[in-house]
């Protein structure tokens, strides 16, 4: 995948009878989507050229132009859906995208390393950062609350966290 990609979204299948597709958005404003046109697959070619939207509850259910069938959404199933991170507004200052944290490094407010974001996660309880140990070996989550990691520092390539307990 290419770095310059950022996931906005999947198809979760098919909606109705008529070829239309259900896809869980991970934008602020789901029907954002629209507003793309084009959705990329992960190589970066075109998968699904947007026509209409509609809010539908945890998703958006939409038409697409290569979608005619309700076989052809539910074949669909599973794909990650990219734009350019170019079409994306640059972020606020101290805002940053979810993806801007993959490879910073993880520090305690003492400086002492614990690791660096390998990826960030969502298993429904909310955001967890999965961090690899500075001398590699088995991954950990941590949660991205703001009592876990009280700090970004986007600039510095930096995550600052609290040390984790002590598993006995």
């Not at 209409?52 to 539910?74: F, W």
């Amino acid at each position: 995948m290419s770095d310059d990609l950022i996931q906005v979204g999947r198809v979760a299948g098919a909606f109705g009878v008529r070829g239309e597709v259900r896809i869980t958005s991970f934008t602020a404003d789901p029907l954002a989507l629209l507003g793309y046109k084009t959705l990329q697959r992960e190589d970066g070619s075109p998968a699904l050229t947007l026509t209409t939207a509609r809010a539908a509850t945890g998703s958006i259910v939409v038409r697409a132009k290569e979608v005619e069938t309700r076989e052809q959404a539910e074949a669909l199933r599973g794909l990650k859906l990219y734009i350019s991170r170019a079409e994306l507004p640059a972020p606020d200052e101290d805002e940053f995208y979810v993806t801007d944290l993959i490879g910073l490094a993880v520090v305690t407010a003492d400086g002492e390393p614990l690791g660096a974001v390998k990826a960030v996660q969502d298993f429904g309880a909310g955001d967890l950062l999965e961090i690899t140990p500075p001398e590699g070996g088995q991954t950990w989550y941590l949660p991205f609350t703001r009592e876990a990691v009280p700090e970004v520092r986007i600039a510095e390539r930096v995550v600052v966290a609290v040390k984790p307990n002590e598993v006995e």
